[in-house]
């Protein structure tokens, strides 16, 4: 079973920036493919970035691509998600999950799943 806990979110104005941070614990979730997915009120969960365990491969939405960075720091199982230039459009509950596998971008591919941090960008 891993564990997963967001934290980080908050209100930002546009252009700001926010760095969320998702602590893992449990089975080996250092091996495991780490995501950022968002959901925005009335909307679908959206997959946003994802880390591969080993590699470190990195993997972004288009819509976030050249924006937001995701890193992870295996000693600390933690991953994390630097936002930068930040759009109202970004406004949303980020969630972070966890999968044993390669990246994937579609939700349903996730076995767990963290309770969200709400980011909020005013105009």
């Known amino acids: 079973q891993v564990q997963l806990v967001e934290s980080g979110g908050g209100l930002v104005q546009t252009g700001g920036s926010l760095r969320l941070s998702c602590a893992a614990s449990g089975r080996t979730p250092s091996s495991y493919c780490m995501a950022w997915f968002r959901q925005a009120p009335g909307k679908e969960r959206e997959f946003v970035a994802a880390i591969s365990g080993r590699a470190g491969s990195t993997f972004y939405a288009d819509s976030v691509k050249g924006r937001f960075t995701i890193s992870r720091d295996n000693a600390k199982n933690a991953v994390y998600l630097q936002m930068n230039s930040l759009k109202p459009e970004d406004t949303a509950v980020y969630y972070c999950?966890?999968?044993?596998?390669?990246?994937?971008?579609?939700?349903?591919?996730?076995?767990?799943w963290g309770q969200g941090t709400q980011v909020t960008v005013s105009s």
């Open positions: 999950a966890a999968r044993n596998g390669l990246p994937r971008t579609a939700q349903a591919a996730y076995d767990y």
